[in-house]
């Protein structure tokens, strides 16, 4: 029996990147491609209409946004895509196949490749794999994906302005074995560059180390505003 795969963008004003993100998941054989669109004033919906893509509407949040795809999909397995990111062409082909091989594989994430030339890119990318393959935090950008019926089962996303990836992973790792697929998202480089490349990384790890110290999301949302 094929496992279906429905895959869940979030995205406010994401014309530019929008449409190879859905481009990437019906190349790669997604059931159904849904975006969420949380408030938009560009063409992001349109574009995803056109490219044959679902669009619902939900209050702006990553978390709302994601649960209101979820509520909407119709596939065996939710995949929670970034509007900046895109799927390997073999990487659903894959995630079946590693799925179909245990009732006990409840969930996961794949491997970077953050589009940008560079030895600190990939001393990022290996920091990520790290940090998932040792403790299961997959973060949004590593394209989290779980059978759907376990999403359900534990509340999906919590609400809660950040973090949320983070507190998703922390109930879906104790459901059963996440695994990582080795196909690799192909994921914009545009936070680092931005930002900047020592500035993002320390930011991301400043609020891993507070939220373990019990800072709430909230808080952090104050002093670290999500942009992207």
């Known amino acids: 029996m094929t496992i279906s ?25 997604a059931d159904e491609v849904i975006l969420v669109d949380g408030g938009s004033s560009d063409a992001t919906s349109w574009i995803a209409e056109q490219l044959g893509a679902l669009v619902i509407t939900a209050a702006p949040g990553r978390a709302s946004q994601q649960n209101a795809g979820a509520q909407a999909a119709k596939g065996d397995i939710l995949l929670f895509l970034h509007a900046d990111c895109c799927l390997p062409e073999n990487g659903l082909a894959e995630l079946r196949q590693q799925m179909a091989a245990s009732e006990s594989h409840q969930g996961g994430y794949f491997r970077q490749r953050i589009n940008q030339a560079g030895w600190i890119y990939r001393w990022i990318e290996f920091g990520n794999l790290l940090r998932a393959r040792t403790l299961k935090w997959a973060y949004g950008d590593q394209a989290i994906f779980v059978r759907a019926k376990v999403y359900h089962a534990i509340g999906g996303f919590p609400k809660m302005p950040l973090m949320e990836d983070l507190y998703f992973m922390k109930r879906l790792k104790r459901e059963g074995r996440l695994i990582c697929i080795q196909a690799p998202l192909l994921v914009s480089a545009r936070r680092w560059t931005t930002r900047g490349t020592i500035r993002q990384t320390f930011r991301n790890w400043t609020m891993l180390v507070a939220v373990h110290l019990g800072v709430s999301p909230a808080t952090l949302a104050r002093y670290y505003p999500r942009t992207t």
Do not use: L, T, Y
Request: overall charge negative.
């Open 5 to 29: 795969v429905s895959v869940i963008i979030p995205a406010i004003d994401e014309a530019e990147v929008v449409g190879a993100a859905i481009n990437s998941a019906v190349r790669a054989g």
